[in-house]
């Protein structure tokens, strides 16, 4: 397998043969361009049964992906539920930061860096810990404060930044020798592991479904799922691509206001995990929903809440931010982008007992 | 499959064809006679992957079982880490709930009732909520706000009682028509979920483990193992039982005291899932640690807390009353109980997710 860095801006190329986070010609963010792609699964339980298609070696794993698909009987027979808050530190970041961090190791790096609204940080904190490397990570100081803890619970350095852009800043700025920047947002080994979701799914169900809802803030997740399908797609495994629903969150949907204008409302105030501004990928999210010929909605905080609550009067513990899918999948049988008889894949992406401290106050 | 009740102290048998949790002689717990017990595997990737040896349909279901089985490196590289805090609400007690609550569900009951120090109480609630009938949980009133938080956003009723022992008896007494006493230190059918852990062991080793490192309170871990490797053995799929060596927490060491006399010491202050003090079914325990040629230990808070940091500094997030099993592990090797070359199995029962808010404290 020949693995090159390509700028998704600018085109530029070069070996993948040290860690780069950004293009060094113009700044856009890297893709991977891989030669020799083959898929042959190996008898392993978790990501890595998918090694095959993984231009990393499994350095730094705690048991993630391979995660439950369950049927969900309360919304349609062919309504599944991607499990995906129950990976290692409850949350889908978590195929993302083990092919990151392990690469990382691979280019003998010693300290990894990563800004984040919680979650992601949790993730490449635990991974480096994971890999007896250090990690040092910026969250914006309002990130709730079990998550910080946790972050600082599991080894690593944790710095407060007053928001979550100056959080962005301050980790690039930060990185010294034999450190790198993760930067789940702009990192294409990350990419390379939501990708698996894709090959996951069809393994699982045994086809591709019609559709995929899921939520999006910086896109890790949607541009996973693009890349993956877009593989298996070249693999000649699959001929189409599941129609990709992303769901922002009001105040934070850049890809809604960039595809339909407009302003999506007050900052939300319980969808903490998808607080991202300024996607250094947006271009390719937009694609990637056109591509797919899906679409990407907005949901309120009243429209979290409810399906929050509703997903809890199930058993199924999520975060607030992961509630947003099920809202988003009830919009689109309302308005027919969905109809209960297709196959449709909802994503749920965090664990909602990282919440248990603020559950009784709502 | 024919399914009987066999008191487990009398020997009074009934057809196991309504829901009973103790022996109607004698008051001694049941256990499962199970005839014409076969082993296939289905293509499930959860618990009901074995349905063939489980009594109860899935009707309440919400993807346990199937944890990852993770190289523990930095223990030796014959030691495994069973990953069951990954089960969908963060314990392995989701096994026994998932057969529990299905069971009583086809027996017809439409509230489930149960006393639990957190875990087995958030873990009911939840598959009441996957079944759609109701759950009316005990809890001592000093159990973890967050764990009491959840049942109650899990749509249980929550009923707190003065201690861990007035929980018991308050859920026994209060149960009306078409209600079911879970009682999971107490149903046979709980254990029928937990045995599986035994199946799966085999399943993803290929072989049965030297030994299993685990905490013990009420047994239905220690049992469920015991249970699961003689069905094995009784299919003549193995030809013995791995040494089973249960961990227990100062103070709430029942077994142990039964076994080697003595006592334990000040109760946990951080073993809050472990504080058991009575289990109904000691004289089995003791039976199941004799057979296998295993042993109980006492952990002291202060080993437990070296070990729960050390979880954590590798990214392993699980709660307090895991980590006993790791100190216990270690206390085992330094006292040539075990030695580095032999394949251990060490449980890792709970999630650290659900402590975030205090880990800030410790």
């Known amino acids: 397998m020949r693995v090159l860095y390509r700028c998704s801006r600018c085109g530029y190329i070069t070996e993948a043969s040290s860690w780069i986070w950004k293009c060094p010609k113009c700044g856009g963010p890297l893709d991977l361009v891989i030669d020799g792609l083959r898929l042959t699964l190996n008898e392993r339980r978790d990501l890595w049964r998918f090694s095959s298609v993984i231009p990393a070696r499994p350095l730094a794993s705690l048991g993630e992906g391979f995660t439950p698909l369950i049927k969900a009987d309360f919304l349609g027979s062919n309504t599944y539920l991607k499990l995906e808050y129950l990976n290692p530190t409850g949350s889908f970041k978590d195929r993302g930061s083990a092919v990151a961090v392990s690469k990382a190791l691979e280019f003998g790096v010693r300290t990894v860096i990563e800004d984040s609204s919680g979650n992601a940080g949790i993730s490449i904190a635990a991974y ?192 607030p931010s992961s509630a947003i899918a099920l809202s988003g999948y009830i919009k689109l049988l309302n308005t027919s982008y969905l109809s209960k008889d297709e196959d449709v894949v909802i994503i749920l992406t965090g664990s909602g007992l990282k919440y248990i401290d603020i559950m009784s106050k709502i």
């Open 128 to 319: 480096a810990a994971a890999a007896g490397i250090k990690a040092r990570i910026y969250v914006p100081k309002d990130a709730p404060e079990g998550k910080k803890s946790l972050i600082k619970s599991l080894g690593a350095e944790l710095i407060e930044a007053p928001s979550r852009a100056e959080a962005s800043k301050m980790a690039v700025e930060s990185v010294g020798p034999n450190e790198a920047y993760i930067g789940h947002a702009w990192n294409p080994w990350f990419i390379q592991g939501t990708k698996i979701l894709a090959y996951e799914l069809l393994d699982q169900l045994g086809h591709i479904p019609s559709a995929i809802v899921f939520p999006a803030s910086a896109g890790t997740l949607l541009l996973g799922l693009w890349v993956g399908f877009n593989e298996l797609i070249s693999l000649n495994i699959v001929n189409k691509i599941p129609r990709l629903y992303a769901i922002q969150a009001q105040g934070f949907a850049s890809l809604y206001e960039r595809m339909h204008g407009g302003n999506s409302g007050e900052p939300t105030k319980l969808a903490d995990a998808l607080r991202v501004s300024n996607p250094p990928r947006l271009e390719q999210m937009v694609s990637a929903i056109r591509d797919s010929k899906g679409d990407v909605l907005v949901v309120t905080d009243d429209e979290l809440l409810q399906s929050w609550k509703s997903l809890l009067r199930r058993g199924i513990i999520v975060e």
